[in-house]
């Protein structure tokens, strides 16, 4: 059982991969604390307690931030209490839920 904890991460990241998108492009994590610290972005905290809300009782297992064309968007993998992940975004800018898949 040990063993399938901790490859479940792994299988969730490929099979939810926000990175697939076409017209996406994730932020390196130097970029993202520099994002952060130029205040272009809300804080990853207050980007985590969105996703929360929007998916109630959920549990966020990987966040990422992403440029869509020109929009900076958290993408946030979410598992909720029925087994289900789901992918939140999060408006990087504003802090609100974009989309809820």
Do not use: H, K
């Amino acid at each position: 059982m040990r063993r399938l904890t901790l490859a479940l991460p792994l299988l969730v990241a490929a099979a939810v991969s926000p990175a697939a998108a076409t017209d996406m492009v994730c932020l390196s994590q130097g970029d993202w604390r520099e994002a952060v610290s130029a205040n272009r972005v809300v804080s990853p905290v207050l980007a985590l307690r969105a996703a929360r809300q929007a998916a109630s009782g959920a549990d966020v297992t990987r966040a990422q931030l992403c440029r869509r064309g020109e929009i900076l968007v958290y993408i946030m993998v979410v598992l909720r209490p029925d087994g289900r992940f789901v992918e939140v975004t999060i408006d990087a800018a504003s802090g609100r839920v974009a989309a809820y898949q």
